[in-house]
């Protein structure tokens, strides 16, 4: 099984990006081939609705330069897409909306790429946030027709700065996800 972690983070090194190093960490140890695309490098430009990719049918944008076809062209070689995502001001961080919006667009006008994938979610907020922005990122997988791994109690972490670790139910969340993830990727 290939992974791939889309993270919206604007810290390297945080909640997020730590949590996400933690899940790495499990899924290689069990098998499971990953990839961490941090989505602040990128300098997405917003979608203009332009109807291009519909029109092409090609499912790329007709923007060549921002790294968004190069990051769908990786989504659609992964068997499982986790989006992970800290809550700023109630939703996903600016940076993973440019980059889903577009590819939103350009998949459900183009090839419908990400249609039958596995895909998980992991958000932190320090003080709310994290379960809307957790529904933002579900809704964009099942509108993009993907198969969501859930975890109970939810992968919502709601913690301070780098302080995740005290989330006894978030930690649980993402030790359910990985055992759920584990057992699929041996089926494959």
Not at 24 to 40: A, C
Request: aromatic fraction near 6%; charge should be negative.
């Amino acid at each position: 099984m290939r992974a791939l972690i889309l993270n919206g983070s604007a810290r390297p090194i945080g909640s997020t990006g730590n949590i996400v190093g933690d899940l790495i960490e499990e899924l290689e140890k069990g098998g499971v081939e990953t990839l961490h695309v941090p989505l602040y490098e990128y300098h997405f430009t917003p979608c203009n609705s332009c109807r291009t990719c519909e029109m092409r049918g090609d499912g790329r944008c007709m923007d060549e330069a921002d790294g968004t076809n190069e990051i769908l062209e990786v989504m659609r070689q992964a068997d499982l897409i986790i989006l992970a995502a800290p809550g700023y001001a109630g939703g996903a961080p600016g940076v993973m909306k440019l980059f889903l919006e577009k590819a939103a667009l350009v998949l459900s006008k183009g090839d419908r790429g990400l249609h039958g994938k596995y895909g998980a979610v992991l958000t932190v907020a320090e003080h709310d946030g994290a379960d809307a922005t957790y529904n933002e990122l579900v809704y964009w997988m099942l509108h993009s027709e993907m198969l969501v791994i859930g975890s109970c109690p939810l992968t919502s972490f709601k913690t301070g700065f780098d302080d995740y670790r005290k989330d006894i139910l978030g930690l649980k969340g993402l030790k359910n996800l990985t055992a759920h993830i584990l057992e699929l990727a041996e089926k494959e």
